[in-house]
């Protein structure tokens, strides 16, 4: 079974650019996460799907960051402008339902400079 | 609100000696626990899970753990330390409610020859 497919694997920006990463979460999970994880921390949810709907974006900076899930599947995140502080690692994990294991994929390591 | 403390930030252990990381939550309720690892540039794996019942744990890879609710922990321990074992450990706690995850800061672990 193939796991969660993330791309790319990793991006370097300027300050004030815009970035977006790709994700593809596994075959017939309905339920899909961004989580952020700087450096020294744990990561931490940003958005959760289920299907084509949002969960929860409670914490999820919406003056900045946007993501969306088309047809329940693949799912973008995009920050625009970006900041210094963005600098983290992106993961995006799935499951079949939110009672269920989540399975994350390899992430995507952002550079701001 | 619930959190995860892990207080170790960094262990070193020799190859073939036991292993114990700490895990302690916060949680108003019945608390759903987790361990996962995360080796360099790779996403999160799924080590055991704590949901209901016996409060030992078996998980893969030789891992076990132990819910004790009158400490608030869920420590991870290993009998014998393989040199694979060298990752980032992260304990994770979910609500019953809507299963959201929050993550400990994580505990790094190295493994000596």
């Known amino acids: 079974e193939a796991g969660v497919a993330q791309s790319p694997r990793y991006k370097i920006i300027e300050k004030r650019q815009s970035v977006a990463f790709w994700c593809n979460p596994i075959?017939?999970?309905?339920?899909l996460y961004w989580y952020q994880q700087i450096l020294g921390q744990g990561p931490k949810l940003l958005i959760q799907f289920q299907n084509n709907g949002v969960v929860d974006d409670s914490q999820l900076p919406k003056d900045r960051f946007s993501a969306e899930r088309l047809k329940g599947v693949d799912s973008t995140l995009k920050i625009q402008p970006a900041k210094l502080e963005d600098s983290a690692v992106y993961l995006c994990?799935?499951?079949?339902?939110?009672?269920?294991?989540?399975?994350f994929g390899p992430g995507t390591r952002l550079t701001v400079l | 609100a619930q959190s995860v403390t892990q207080p170790d930030i960094h262990i070193t252990v020799s190859e073939g000696a036991s292993l114990e990381l700490r895990c302690n939550y916060s949680y108003g309720a019945t608390p759903y626990l987790f361990w996962y690892v995360q080796s360099p540039g790779q996403g999160l794996q799924l080590l055991l899970k704590y949901f209901s019942g016996d409060t030992l744990v078996q998980g893969i890879k030789g891992f076990e753990a132990e819910f004790k609710r009158s400490q608030s922990s869920f420590n991870l321990r290993k009998p014998s330390v393989h040199w694979s074992d060298a990752a980032e450990y992260f304990c994770a706690v979910g609500g019953s409610n809507d299963y959201k995850l929050s993550f400990g800061a994580g505990t790094t672990v190295t493994v000596r020859a």
């Open positions: 075959s017939g999970h309905a339920t």
């Open positions: 994990a799935s499951n079949i339902d939110y009672v269920d294991t989540q399975y």
